[in-house]
């Protein structure tokens, strides 16, 4: 026994998704989106990715790096630790242990180096010592030997970019600000 089901005249919507037709193009319609939406998650996932890599090498991740020559500190060199902090500071050391170029402790009558992994070269780590204004003793800290010499990373002087070494600097603010004020000021910059 078949049931017959009677739909107001009104009810187009109703009508629509009880035509054959209708449902056919219903069903098309929920499957094109349905692709459509897998395979824009699709790419967006890949994508998404990509550029997290790109964004965790930073900016200059394809850089060629000029250093300085390392600075020496030799045993009866008249120097202060206030000056071999400040060169480390300028090479990239930190206070924290989790800085990656390496980090130094200054103790009151010596300074504590330790070269991290992202450093110039694998030196070991090592105590400079100060007796008055002069070096009195270097330590390794690998084998507790007492050292003549010891290499300070080498301060980064620039870094190119590309085939054609091209120079890229991250530009501040600032600069940014004022050549906008600049641009928009000058009366020949529009003409």
Do not use: C, H
């Not at 037709?21 to 395979?39: E, H, M, P, S």
């Not at 120097?79 to 930190?94: D, F, W």
């Not at 600097?169 to 000021?185: E, V």
Request: no cysteine; charged share 25%.
């Amino acid at each position: 026994m078949a049931v017959r089901i009677q739909v107001p005249k009104k009810a187009a919507l109703v009508r629509f998704v009880l035509n054959p037709w209708g449902r056919a193009f219903l069903i098309a319609f929920i499957v094109i989106n349905t692709a459509a939406l897998l395979t824009f998650t699709y790419y967006y996932i890949q994508y998404a990715r990509l550029i997290e890599q790109k964004l965790a090498a930073g900016p200059f991740a394809n850089t060629s790096m000029l250093f300085a020559a390392p600075q020496v500190v030799m045993t009866g060199d008249e120097t202060s630790a206030a000056e071999i902090v400040a060169q480390l500071r300028r090479s990239g050391y930190g206070e924290t242990r989790g800085n990656r170029m390496g980090w130094y402790n200054l103790r009151p009558d010596a300074v504590e180096i330790y070269p991290g992994p992202d450093s110039y070269f694998d030196q070991e780590e090592g105590v400079v010592k100060f007796r008055g204004k002069k070096v009195s003793q270097i330590i390794s800290l690998r084998d507790n030997a007492e050292r003549t010499q010891y290499l300070l990373e080498p301060e980064l002087i620039s870094n190119l970019f590309d085939r054609n070494r091209e120079k890229r600097r991250t530009s501040g603010s600032s600069n940014t600000r004022d050549l906008i004020q600049f641009a928009s000021s000058s009366r020949r910059w529009w003409t």
